[in-house]
């Protein structure tokens, strides 16, 4: 099947000044596409979210935790937790934050807010998404994961509908180093084996029945 280009000049009840005015039409909606395509982008930036961000500590305990300081040296920015997958209502997401963070900035007197109140799990949960961590965390059970690990990922998996990542993970993307893994305080710990040292075996004094 063969598609011909007719020019907008051949087209008789096109005048003139219409087609200039189409071109114009036209070249202005590509204008806005691409300048749109440049905004997106930008505003998806750590440098952006922190430029419009009323929390004092969010890039601080962002750069201390391990989605930022670990040993695979691999940076989870701020959009991949706390936007949805781009096709999971991302820019939806996007723009309903965005203005949120911007009245806050603008509107609020941040030394009022009770930033101690919004890190819990309740308010936490309306700032980050169960299909972000999905994304990256596709395999949750790695070779490396503990046996503790294990179990409570199988928990999630028989009741991912009523729970969250954030049950356990909660500041995984900022650290507080008073709340970390603080009701279990034996997790990660290494249990230290005796550094006694025999010089002889032991003596058998007697047999009891």
């Avoid at 280009?5 to 008789?12: A, G, R, S, T, V």
């Avoid at 909606?29 to 440049?38: D, H, R």
């Avoid at 999630?156 to 009523?162: D, G, L, N, V």
């Avoid at 049950?167 to 990660?188: D, P």
């Amino acid at each position: 099947m063969r598609f011909f280009f007719i020019p907008l000049k051949n087209i008789p009840f096109i005048k003139k000044s219409s087609r200039i005015i189409f071109l114009i039409g036209i070249f202005t909606c590509l204008l806005v596409i691409f300048l749109a395509g440049k905004g997106i982008k930008y505003t998806s930036t750590d440098r952006y979210c922190m430029s419009c961000h009323s929390h004092p500590q969010a890039n601080q305990s962002w750069k201390q935790s391990t989605h930022y300081d670990n040993k695979s040296g691999v940076i989870v920015h701020c959009v991949e937790c706390h936007l949805p997958p781009k096709g999971k209502g991302h820019l939806l997401a996007k723009v309903k934050h965005v203005a949120k963070d911007i009245y806050g900035e603008f509107l609020k007197d941040a030394e009022n807010i009770n930033w101690d109140d919004r890190s819990k799990l309740e308010f936490a949960k309306k700032y980050t998404y169960r299909e972000g961590c999905l994304k990256c965390h596709q395999n949750l059970f790695p070779n490396a994961l503990s046996t503790d690990g294990d179990d409570a990922h199988l928990y999630y998996t028989q009741h991912h509908e009523e729970l969250r990542c954030l049950n356990c993970h909660l500041f995984v993307g900022h650290y507080n180093k008073a709340a970390i893994h603080a009701s279990n305080i034996e997790f990660g710990k290494v249990k230290e084996i005796s550094s006694e040292v025999f010089t002889e075996s032991a003596r058998v004094e007697r047999f009891e029945k």
